[in-house]
């Protein structure tokens, strides 16, 4: 079993920055693929971002490419979403998920493990 929490959601302004972190525990880091996925109210879960076990891949969604950054530290068994020049359509609840295996980067049925979330908020 792999628990995940999430940190570092809030209230930003348009064009400003946020960086979420997922700590994870009870299975080797290093074996798990990670992404992270986004709920907006009323709409379903999207995939935003991912990085793949080995760190060296790592996968955007169109809208946040050259805003977001995925990022993984081993030592800290952590994945990170640096959050740049944000947009209010970037508001949502942001989950973090984790896959052992077979994983399809934007399917989220193929991951695992969820956590519970963080909400994101970008408003003047």
């Known amino acids: 079993q792999v628990q995940l929490g999430e940190s570092g959601g809030g209230l930003v302004q348009p064009g400003g920055s946020l960086r979420l972190a997922c700590a994870a525990s009870?299975?080797?880091?290093?074996?798990?693929?990670m992404g992270w996925f986004r709920q907006a109210p009323g709409q379903e879960r999207v995939f935003v971002a991912a990085?793949?076990?080995?760190?060296?891949?790592?996968y955007n969604e169109e809208s946040v490419k050259g805003r977001f950054t995925i990022s993984r530290d081993g030592a800290k068994n952590t994945v990170n979403l640096q959050m740049n020049n944000l947009k209010p359509e970037d508001t949502a609840v942001y989950y973090c998920a984790a896959a052992y295996s077979n994983w399809r980067y934007s399917d989220a049925s193929t991951y695992d493990f969820w956590g519970q979330g963080t909400q994101v908020t970008v408003s003047s």
């Open positions: 009870g299975h080797t880091f290093g074996n798990l693929a």
């Open positions: 990085i793949a076990q080995s760190g060296r891949s790592t």
